[in-house]
């Protein structure tokens, strides 16, 4: 008896026409655009409300400033507004690929 005596089907998927994936870039676009605006926003919020002052400290002739850079609130909306601007930029270069291959830009 051979061993894959079931048969199966399989479903393939409808070929979508290139204005359909051109609007679902373009609703990712806003998407992911809206992500990157509303994490700037947040960061840009945070940095103004914590604004932290450096400190300085004199040894001898030499002046060392330093920062506090243990804010952890900080890194995680940095973290995020990385993630989300990395996010964008690929969906505006799927959809700039997107319009160059169905011919609509050059």
């Not at 676009?29 to 809206?34: F, L, P, T, V, W």
């Amino acid at each position: 008896m051979w061993p894959f005596s079931q048969a199966g089907t399989v479903e393939l998927e409808a070929p979508t026409l290139p204005a359909e994936q051109l609007a679902a870039v373009d609703r990712e676009c806003r998407e992911a655009e809206h992500q990157f605006n509303t994490d700037a926003s947040a960061l840009r919020s945070y940095n103004i409300e914590n604004a932290e002052q450096p400190f300085r400290v004199r040894n001898g002739d030499v002046l060392h400033i330093q920062t506090r850079i243990n804010d952890l609130e900080r890194q995680r909306l940095e973290r995020a507004f990385r993630k989300s601007y990395e996010r964008r930029n690929q969906a505006w270069s799927t959809r700039a690929d997107l319009m160059l291959k169905s011919g609509l830009i050059r």
